[in-house]
């Protein structure tokens, strides 16, 4: 049953076994030698920034109006109340960010995922299921196409902050919390609900995550480790703590602009978004390719968090000697943080590096773009967004304005004043090769992370429209599953120690009425006996305490926890959940040494 948990796969299993499923999947890897034979073609993407951008809006804006998508906190995230206020005194950066619409909002259905799971579940998964769906059918690739098969997984995701969520609310207490909020488990989701096979990892290295995946997510198909790969980064903003640290270190604008390149550059401000990509190994493509990657580490730099030029200038070197050619870039997506310090230190690595392989100082034309200073600094997903972005460059043949540049940073400007260099407040045209050239229309992007770890990635432009349908087939049917804002009179009620049953994720049912849905059946009673002998009386029991027995010496407490009927998608833990959620009723209602009798029934 473990081996093979659905009914598809017990039919599968007893039929003969066909000819072609018993053959060796083909290798990538040319007898000939050659270091890789295949390219690596972006077969379609999918994205979704802050304020609808991505859903309601085109992403195409992001090129054409370069709008500021920057906003202050909403009240879904946290109340400025009590600690939350002195903290935001101390640190006024942590009151804007860019945030997403309708976060709250999953379809669990689609998924298998129960309705007493999905609040508990991290809306990062959530956002990461409903995107990676999204992305393979625009690559013409279904849930049924992608079952068994042995595609990749690799998710670029940090801290969870909404695991503050759950520790300051009820739903902190259900067995799902547990992998509700991890790390580990982002990846692991994917791959369980899609049945992939494949390599599935969660990469953490702060800023540079979701390109470190990408480098992964590459190297793992030039390996043959797989056919196709999935390559994401996610961010989504919980805690107040988190932003006022980064606050209180200086790292965030005050104002809440990322003026990044800008002399006015004081921070930057963060930021939510989620993207994926489908990526194939292909012998040939006239769409997009992941021409070159590399990912290096600062070392021994001034402080941890502190840049290395050094670094940087090797990294991108790296990059292009992986792609195997020395291509003109003609447009690089910086890392730009706005900050005083990062911004000209990157700006003197690119110029070093790039104008050292053109043999000039003054002849090569390149585009530098930072799209932090509209959707914000998307952390683990930042790199993710800079290569979708630098996707819908090459598309439109369009280099944005940079968002919030005004005038340009001195230290920058006495780097590249010798150099055709841009960095542009105004939208420019890209200056795009014919399709019979033998120069690559080449695009890079940086990513660098404070623990020190750096990515580089290069996007080669193909003349071809990328393989995906303009528009998806996918309709979500989705509902809210709201959170208890940190800070809010619902979470400080829970730390007074008042307990809401119904946020639950087990359903309470008395003889009152209380259950939510009377359409739910039972799945599991349990039963307290605190005193010896006696006789059941079940018409009395209620469900958050119970009844008062005329004689203790013969009479039995009875509680009854029902189960949610569709609580499919971790059967196997109806019995523990309902376990756990009885002893924690048995102690509030005192009761010395319970004796539990567990009944279940059902899948």
Known sequence: ?????????????????????????????SEQGGRYQTLTEIRSVDAIYPHGVGNTVPSDVLVSNSPILISTVPASRWHEAGFIASLAERAPGMRHGGFL???????????????????????????????????????????ADMMESGAGVFVG????????????????????????????????????????HGPCVSFDTACSSGLVACHSALR?????????????GVNMIFSPIACAGTALAGMSSPTGQSKTFDVMANGYVRGEACGSLVLHSVADTQAFDIAGSAVRQDGRSASLTAPNGNAQQGLMRAALADMGATHLVKVLEAHGTGTSLG???????????????????????????????NIGHAEPAAGITGLLKLVLVFRRAQVPANG????????????????????????????????????????????????????????R?????????????????????????????EVSEHKGG???????????????????????????????????GGHIRPRHATSLGGGSPTAPSKSFDVITVLLDASETAAPSLQGVQGLVELVQQAMRLSVATPQLLLLTGGV
Request: net charge neutral; with cysteine.
């Open 220 to 232: 793992a198909l030039q390996a043959s480790e797989c056919e196709t790969s999935l390559a994401s």
């Open 101 to 143: 619409h309708n976060a709250d909002l999953f379809d669990h259905q689609c998924f298998g995922i129960s309705p007493a799971e999905a609040p508990v579940m991290d809306p990062q998964q959530r956002l990461l299921l409903e995107r990676t769906l999204i992305s393979l059918d625009r690559g013409g690739l279904s849930k």
């Open 157 to 196: 995701v940090w801290a969870c902050e909404y695991a503050d969520v759950l520790r300051a609310s009820p739903m902190g207490m259900s067995v799902y919390s547990a992998t509700g909020a991890e790390c580990s488990v982002v990846a692991g989701r994917i791959s369980f609900i899609f049945g992939l």
């Open 1 to 29: 049953i473990f081996d093979h948990p659905t009914v598809r796969q017990i039919y599968k299993i007893l039929q003969p076994a066909r000819a072609s499923e018993d053959a060796p999947m083909p290798s990538l890897r």
């Open 343 to 373: 911004d000209p230190i990157e700006a003197g690595s690119v110029y070093q590096c790039l104008s050292a392989l053109q043999g000039s100082r003054s002849s090569f034309p390149v585009a530098v773009a930072g799209v932090k200073a």
């Open 461 to 489: 432009g193909g003349h071809g429209a990328m393989n995906s349908h303009p528009a998806t087939s996918v309709t979500l049917r989705r509902r809210t599953f709201k959170w208890p804002a940190l800070g809010s009179a």
């Open 498 to 532: 008042h307990l809401t049953p119904a946020l639950y994720s087990a359903c309470w049912h008395d003889e009152v009425g209380l259950h939510p849905s009377s359409s739910l059946q039972p799945r599991a009673q349990l039963i307290v006996k605190p005193g010896l």
């Open 404 to 459: 919030e540049l005004r005038v340009l940073n001195p230290h920058i400007d006495a780097v590249v004043k010798d150099a055709t260099i841009a960095y542009g407040s105004n939208l420019a045209a890209v200056a795009r090769s014919g399709e019979g050239s033998s120069t690559a229309d080449l695009g890079g992007v940086n990513s660098f992370g404070y623990s020190g770890t750096i990515a580089n990635v290069l996007l």
